[in-house]
């Protein structure tokens, strides 16, 4: 048995992005998702074009980036993508395998929702899958609940979209 021998304090978490990252970001996200969810091609087309979406839109006082790095190197990311009347959307939040389980996502989530109250937003949502069982769990803890369902092949399989909203009532806390 291989035990994780990575603490988090290892681990750095930037807001600032560089030449190279979104790409990278691109690539994480379909080389993974291919390896642990048998996703095709079309799922990096759905990341590039909302990667490029996010930064033609991008303002550092509405959206924040999170890129956490280990010894140089991108392992995981969380986006916040300002949306209309003050709704925030949640994107591209990945981990990769071995950095999973210290704690990372839990704290990327707080800083996500640090960063909405401080900037006044009044609604968050995010779109998921019915595969993404851990990271729904996180999202729920947050206050996010389960809105809508939708049955797709988008990502070159059959699957189940999930779209979460952040619970009015919560928002405040």
Known sequence: MK??????????????????DLGYIIYRHGAM??????????????????????YQNYDANKDGVWLC???????????LQHRENRTAQ????YLESKYRGLGLGKLLMGLFMDFYRECGYTSSYLWTTDELDTA?????????VLEQEVKTKVFGKSLIERKYQLGQLLTNN
Not at 136 to 144: E, I, P, S, T, V
Request: with cysteine; net charge positive.
């Open 69 to 79: 790095e280990h010894k140089g190197k991108i392992i995981g990311s969380i986006f």
């Open 3 to 20: 035990f994780n021998t990575i603490k988090l304090e290892e681990i750095a978490i930037r807001t600032v992005i560089y030449p190279g």
């Open 33 to 54: 998702y291919a390896k642990e969810y048998n996703h095709g091609v079309s799922f990096d087309v759905y990341v590039a074009k909302g990667i490029c979406e996010f």
């Open 90 to 93: 949640l994107r591209f939040f």
């Open 136 to 144: 729904a769990g996180l999202y729920q803890k947050h206050g996010y």
